[in-house]
């Protein structure tokens, strides 16, 4: 089993940035396939990003290509989630996920992921 612990949310104005990160304890995250989902108010939780085992492989909502990335650290068991260019839709709630999975194997679907953290918050203002 593994917790996930995520940080780095906060308040900024629309056009800045912000780093998440997501720590995890209990097993190493090399075994583990990662992914970020953000949940705003009355909306449903929604895949924003996902790397694989390796790192090698990643994969992300289109709404957010092109402004996040995705990256991980086995060594430090973190993964991050640098946000560029931040709008005022990507204000939500963000959740780290894990799941066991093959090295190079990218999952974006929620249900298949089975360790969550607690969530960060993320506003941003316009």
């Known amino acids: 089993q593994v917790q996930l612990v995520e940080s780095g949310g906060g308040l900024v104005q629309a056009g800045d940035s912000l780093r998440l990160s997501c720590a995890a304890s209990?097993?190493?995250?090399?075994?583990?396939?990662m992914g970020w989902f953000r949940q705003a108010p009355g909306k449903e939780r929604e895949f924003v990003a996902a790397?694989?085992?390796?790192?090698?492989?990643?994969y992300y909502a289109d709404s957010v290509k092109g402004r996040f990335t995705i990256s991980r650290d086995n060594a430090k068991n973190t993964v991050n989630l640098q946000m560029n260019s931040l709008k005022p839709e990507d204000t939500a709630v963000y959740y780290c996920?894990?799941?066991?999975?093959?090295?190079?194997?990218?999952?974006?679907?929620?249900?298949?992921?089975?360790?969550w953290g607690q969530g960060t918050q993320v506003t941003v203002s316009s």
């Open positions: 790397i694989s085992r390796s790192g090698g492989n990643t």
């Open positions: 996920a894990a799941r066991f999975a093959g090295f190079l194997v990218v999952v974006t679907t929620l249900s298949e992921y089975d360790y």
């Open positions: 209990g097993r190493t995250t090399s075994r583990y396939a």
